[in-house]
């Protein structure tokens, strides 16, 4: 047993304090900024003790690690389950307890039902907090399991919930409610987190932005069903939990065998920008994480559709590498059958109808030029007209022996059955093994409907996602130093699971600006911006048929992972020209984009968007300033650059002043022209941050790029 002990973890800035001294499970007290000063954590535990009420149990119930309603509770419980129909209310008691400053681990058992638990909640250097949660079934029958959540408490003054909703071309789209008694769910049941799904789930003080007010938040990393909830209690508790949905007999444990929960990871901050930079942090720490510059990328899919041509797309890639482009990807198209969306997935070999030399001709021709090559695959779908589905229609996602409704003309292979592993371990490690190919864009174009096992009849989401872990691991492990692309229909399978087996996500098929403004900015709430696929359309958005100047389709991708989604085989050449000119930009601030902290501004007016990429030493930024629709204002008022040190001095200037809108303004505009003399203004971090500068005039949906410097230099006092 243990003795009854507080223990306090510390890492990142952040602090959690922990009372082992409850009935049953661990409960958290505390979950946020670094305590330096605590006084005692026995009087801590002491004063956070509920009081006994009327009408309310003899013992108050607590918000334990995972809150069972054996010992009282009654809201969501952290765990539920049966036994042959019994054994529903599981109630463990802590057998075990081992800290460190900086992780708290525990052990319990339910004699009675038969289950043992394991769980684990560690603070990383960035200051996330993680928590880990395993279930053992130590009884004699199967036992199955419906749902084990991670619970992470949040402050009472939390009075506002932030989450995300979208659909295809218009993923991450925020919504705000009032955070009041009751629950309020989000789920995927889509087999992956979903176009509509919320990356993170987030709960703070009214009001809060991205520059103030307190707000924490919680993401699950998985890459299939989900559910996050949060939820205040009539006693006063407040909380967000985390955990997989579970379908219908998906886990069932036999005697030993354990399940263990997604990990759920919680970051808080004054404001969103301090609570987005903990996870960039966290992603940048990872062994896996890219280490060099991120390769400027053109993706063929918006040039040619399915137009394979070896004279147009040699042509392609000569103007892309005369542009300044690093990797040339050849989208879907190129294998056995497929010269629309209606056939050939599955038939993973390459078309010498289309390609009668194979692929090497292009391949040789971009390698020669000094690009890497990517090539695209669907892996785990499968039009029912191909070879594959006619020789293995057993290999299909169904449900009593039909097909689901299909999506995009496809449905979904069975990657849990051994054979339809290996047949596509054996084609993309063939495809791969044959050609010199760097980079790979995964697809996945359809929620999952019906996704059970044809023999089964069992639903078999969950392992479909471990089998698809399995397979990314494998193919990483055959060819190190391959980089995997998460695509799916867009945006619609991004979670921090997914990402440690691949180098990026494609953010959304949708690439129109005004639209990737908000994606980019609430995708960035979790991912790092050198993550995000960022491309430059075409003068036309396909998805919108909004047309958009070069400037503000430019600047809008700059931050990610740049690329070009666009047929720039014959741009004149004041167009081809601009274009290089963008991409050298990028390349000249890549290192910072790539690992410095990204910023967004409050601003007042809805119509003016202020973001930015700030040094990790202060020592320099990039920010764009964007017009999105008329201001109410005339002229503009102030926009103002955060996260600078408020102790140095900087210059302001427009970055690279040739390409951002001519004069930008009606009439000179003080700074500005300063800067473009050469005389630039000098400013405090705290001026520039707090008060700022008057903005530009522009004309809606126009963007500037502005840069700031830090310099020794002062200003003459008279």
Not at 151 to 165: M, N, Q
Not at 177 to 192: A, N, P, Q, V, W
Not at 451 to 470: D, F, K, Q
Not at 588 to 604: C, I, Y
Request: charged content about 20%; overall charge negative; some cysteine.
């Amino acid at each position: 047993m243990h003795s009854s002990t507080i223990f306090h973890l510390t890492n990142g800035g952040t602090s959690v304090v922990v009372d082992s001294t409850t009935a049953g499970l661990p409960a958290i007290l505390y979950w946020g900024s670094a305590l330096e000063e605590t006084g005692s954590l026995d009087d801590f535990a002491a004063v956070s003790r509920p009081q006994r009420v009327s009408g309310g149990l003899d013992s108050p119930p607590r918000l334990t690690l995972v809150p069972q309603e054996s010992f009282g509770w009654q809201g969501t419980p952290g765990i539920t389950g049966h036994r042959d129909g019994g054994a529903h209310f599981a109630r463990f008691a802590t057998t075990t307890i081992s800290a460190s400053g900086t992780e708290f681990r525990f052990t319990a058992e339910d004699p009675h039902s038969g289950l043992g638990l394991e769980g684990s909640l560690v603070l990383t250097d960035a200051g996330l907090f993680r928590q880990r949660v395993q279930l053992t079934n130590v009884g004699d029958t199967p036992y199955e399991v419906s749902s084990i959540l991670a619970v992470f408490p949040v402050p009472s003054t939390a009075g506002e919930i932030l989450d995300t909703t979208g659909r295809h071309l218009r993923e991450r789209s925020p919504q705000r409610h009032t955070l009041t008694t009751g629950t309020y769910r989000r789920e995927s049941r889509r087999g992956r987190p979903g176009l509509d799904a919320t990356l993170l789930l987030a709960a703070g003080e009214a009001a809060f932005g991205f520059e103030s007010g307190m707000v924490h938040a919680v993401h699950s990393a998985w890459s299939g069903n989900h559910q996050l909830l949060v939820e205040r209690t009539p006693s006063g508790e407040t909380f967000i939990a985390a955990g997989e949905l579970l379908l219908s007999q998906e886990i069932v444990l036999q005697p030993g065998d354990s399940y263990a929960a997604p990990d759920a990871l919680g970051s808080w901050g004054n404001g969103l920008n301090e609570l987005s930079q903990r996870f960039h942090q966290e992603q940048r720490s990872r062994p896996s994480h890219p280490q060099r510059d991120r390769p400027v990328t053109l993706n063929t899919w918006e040039a040619v559709y399915f137009d394979h041509n070896l004279q147009r797309l040699t042509q392609l890639a000569d103007r892309a590498a005369a542009v300044g482009i690093e990797r040339f990807v050849l989208d879907d198209g190129w294998f056995k059958g497929r010269r629309d969306d209606t056939a050939g997935l599955g038939d993973w070999f390459v078309d010498d109808n289309v390609w009668p030399d194979g692929l090497a001709p292009i391949i040789d021709h971009v390698r020669t030029l000094g690009m890497e090559f990517g090539l695209w695959f669907e892996p785990e779908m499968v039009n029912p007209d191909s070879d594959l589905a006619r020789l293995h229609p057993d290999w299909i996602l169904q449900a009593d022996g039909r097909l689901p409704p299909s999506a995009r003309q496809q449905q979904a292979l069975n990657l849990a059955i051994p054979e339809a592993w290996e047949y596509l371990l054996d084609r993309m490690d063939s495809i791969l093994s044959g050609h010199d190919i760097a980079y790979i864009k995964w697809d996945h174009n359809r929620d999952l409907v019906e996704a059970a096992g044809a023999i089964s009849g069992v639903p078999e989401v969950h392992r479909n996602v471990t089998a698809l872990y399995r397979l990314l691991d494998e193919l990483k492990r055959r060819h190190p130093g391959l980089e995997i692309e998460s695509c799916a229909s867009g945006g619609g399978r991004v979670d921090l699971e997914i990402l440690a087996r691949t180098d990026r996500i494609w953010t959304s098929d949708c690439i129109d600006p005004l639209e990737r403004l908000v994606i980019q900015k609430y995708t960035g709430l979790l991912v790092a911006p050198e993550l995000m696929g960022m491309h430059i359309g075409g003068p036309v958005s396909h998805s919108t048929h909004r047309a958009h100047s070069l400037p503000l389709r430019a600047s809008t991708a700059v931050f990610g992972h740049y690329g070009v989604e666009w047929d720039i085989s014959e741009l004149e050449e004041q167009e081809s020209a601009d274009l290089a000119a963008w991409i050298a930009v990028h390349k000249e601030w890549r290192s910072l984009l790539h690992s410095g902290r990204v910023v967004h501004a409050d601003q007042p007016d809805p119509a003016m968007d202020v973001r930015g990429t700030v040094a990790g030493d202060g020592s320099a930024a990039l920010y764009a300033y964007t017009l999105t629709a008329s201001s109410a204002s005339y002229p503009p008022g102030r926009i103002r650059f955060p996260g600078l040190d408020p102790t140095a001095l900087y210059t302001i200037a427009p970055a690279a002043a040739a390409l951002n809108h001519p004069g930008a303004g009606q009439s000179p505009l003080d700074w500005y022209q300063a800067a473009l003399r050469g005389t630039p203004a000098v400013l405090s971090g705290r001026l520039l941050g707090s008060v700022g500068v008057q903005a530009p005039v522009l004309f809606p949906e126009q963007s500037i790029l502005i840069e700031v410097r830090r310099t020794s230099a002062r200003k003459d006092p008279s």
